[in-house]
C-alpha cells in the first residue's frame, strides 16, 4: 500500500496562525492586567490617619505591623484584601440635645406658660428635684484603630449615649442653682470627668478631649423669675463691689491721716524732749554755779530777765517817783484797736 502525501488546507493554516497570534496576544493582556492588578494593591496613607489591611475579612499582619502609619504600603487588592482607614489625628465632636429645649416648629407651644411636654422636651433632674435644659458636645480622638473599627458596632452611639449618662449623673449632684449659675464649671468638669473615666472603663480605644456644654437654662416657664434672680444678684455684687471700695479708700485715709498725726507728734516729742532736756542741762549748769555764788548768780538772772522783758516790750516808759529813783514800765501787749470800732466811729 503506498503512502499519499497530505496537502495542506490555506484556511486550516490561517486559523492555526490566528490561534496562534490571539493566544500570544491573550497572553500579553493577563501578564499585563496581573501587574495592574499587582500594583493596585499599592496604598499611601496620610499623616492624619492610619489604615488597617483586611485579608479575607480578617485584619492582616503581626501584632505589631497591624496598624499602618503614614506612608506607601501595599496590600492584596480586593477581593482578596481590603484597606480600612481610620482619622486617628483628627479631632472628632458628637453634639447631645437629649436634655435641651426643641428649638420650635409646628408642635412648640407659644409662650413661656406653656407645661412642659414630656418625651418631646428634653431636660434632666437636678439634686434638688428642679428641671433644667442643658446642650453638650464631647470631643473625642481614635488612639487604637483596631479596637474603635472592629470591636463596638457604633462608636459614636456608644459615645452618645455615654455622654447622657454622664450629664444625667452630674445633674443629680447639683443643685439648680449651683449647675446654673455658681459653680457652672465644676458642673461641666464632673460630666467630663465621669465621661472619661467611663470610656477608660469600656475600652473603647478612644481618648476624651474635651466635653463642653453649649447651653444651660432653666424651663421657660420659670426663666423670668430666674432673670430677676440674677439681676438682683448682680446688683447686689455691684453694691458689695462698691462699699468695699469705699471702705478700702475710707480706710486708705484714715492710715494716712493716722500716719501723719504720728509723725507729728513724735516730731513734737522729740521737740519737748530736746527743750526740756535743754533746760534741764541748762538749770543743772545754772544751779551749780549758783551754789558757788549765789549773789552773783542771782543778779545775772535778774539781769537777763529784765534783758528779755525789754527785748519784747513794745514801747518803754521811765517815770519819775520822787527824789533821785526813777520807775522803769514796759507796755508788753498793747491792745489792737478793732476796725469795726473805727468803723463805728
Known amino acids: 500500500m503506498s503512502h499519499v502525501p497530505a496537502t495542506r488546507d490555506p484556511g486550516n493554516e490561517a486559523l492555526a496562525d490566528a490561534l496562534r497570534v490571539s493566544f500570544r496576544l491573550l497572553r500579553v493582556v493577563m501578564v499585563i492586567l496581573l501587574a495592574l492588578y499587582v500594583v493596585s494593591g499599592i496604598f499611601i496613607v496620610k499623616q492624619d490617619e492610619k489604615a488597617i489591611v483586611l485579608v479575607f475579612g480578617k485584619v492582616a499582619g503581626a501584632a505589631g505591623g497591624r496598624i499602618k502609619g503614614p506612608g506607601i504600603h501595599w496590600t492584596f487588592p480586593r477581593p482578596i484584601g481590603e484597606i480600612v482607614r481610620v482619622k486617628t489625628e483628627q479631632v472628632q465632636s458628637i453634639e447631645t440635645g437629649t436634655f435641651?429645649?426643641?428649638?420650635?416648629?409646628?408642635?412648640?407651644?407659644?409662650?413661656?406658660?406653656?407645661?412642659?411636654?414630656?418625651?418631646?422636651?428634653?431636660?434632666?433632674?437636678?439634686?434638688?428635684a428642679n428641671l433644667m435644659h442643658s446642650r453638650w458636645v464631647v470631643r473625642y480622638q481614635v488612639k487604637d484603630p483596631e479596637v474603635a473599627e472592629f470591636q463596638f458596632t457604633d462608636l459614636r452611639a456608644i459615645l452618645h449615649r455615654e455622654l447622657d449618662h454622664a450629664i444625667q449623673r452630674a445633674s443629680s449632684r447639683f443643685t439648680i442653682d449651683r449647675a446654673l449659675r455658681t459653680d457652672l464649671e465644676q458642673f461641666?468638669?464632673?460630666?467630663?470627668?465621669?465621661?472619661?473615666?467611663?470610656?477608660?472603663?469600656?475600652?473603647?480605644?478612644?481618648?476624651?478631649?474635651?466635653?463642653?456644654?453649649?447651653?444651660?437654662?432653666?424651663?421657660?416657664?420659670?426663666?423670668?423669675?430666674?432673670?430677676?434672680?440674677?439681676?438682683?444678684?448682680?446688683?447686689?455684687?455691684?453694691?458689695?463691689?462698691?462699699?468695699?471700695?469705699?471702705?478700702?479708700?475710707?480706710?486708705?485715709e484714715a492710715q494716712g491721716q493716722a500716719a501723719r498725726l504720728m509723725a507729728e507728734a513724735a516730731a513734737y516729742q522729740r521737740r519737748v524732749v530736746s527743750e526740756v532736756s535743754a533746760d534741764a542741762d541748762y538749770f543743772n549748769k545754772v544751779h551749780a554755779e549758783y551754789v558757788k555764788n549765789p549773789d552773783v548768780i542771782a543778779r545775772t538772772l535778774l539781769q537777763d530777765s529784765v534783758r528779755r522783758a525789754m527785748a519784747g516790750?513794745?514801747?518803754?516808759?521811765?517815770?519819775?517817783?520822787?527824789?533821785?529813783?526813777?520807775?522803769?514800765?514796759?507796755?508788753?501787749?498793747?491792745?489792737?484797736?478793732?476796725?469795726w470800732l473805727e468803723d463805728q466811729k
Open 100 to 128: 435641651a429645649m426643641p428649638a420650635g416648629g409646628p408642635n412648640q407651644p407659644p409662650g413661656g406658660d406653656s407645661p412642659l411636654r414630656p418625651g418631646q422636651d428634653g431636660y434632666s433632674l437636678t439634686g434638688d
Open 188 to 252: 461641666r468638669a464632673t460630666v467630663a470627668g465621669d465621661m472619661v473615666r467611663r470610656i477608660q472603663q469600656l475600652g473603647l480605644g478612644v481618648e476624651i478631649v474635651g466635653v463642653e456644654v453649649l447651653l444651660v437654662a432653666p424651663p421657660r416657664q420659670v426663666a423670668d423669675a430666674f432673670n430677676q434672680v440674677i439681676a438682683a444678684e448682680q446688683e447686689r455684687s455691684e453694691q458689695i463691689s462698691a462699699a468695699r471700695g469705699y471702705a478700702a479708700r475710707t480706710g486708705n
Open 313 to 339: 516790750a513794745e514801747e518803754k516808759f521811765v517815770l519819775p517817783t520822787g527824789g533821785s529813783q526813777q520807775q522803769l514800765r514796759l507796755l508788753i501787749n498793747r491792745e489792737q484797736k478793732s476796725p
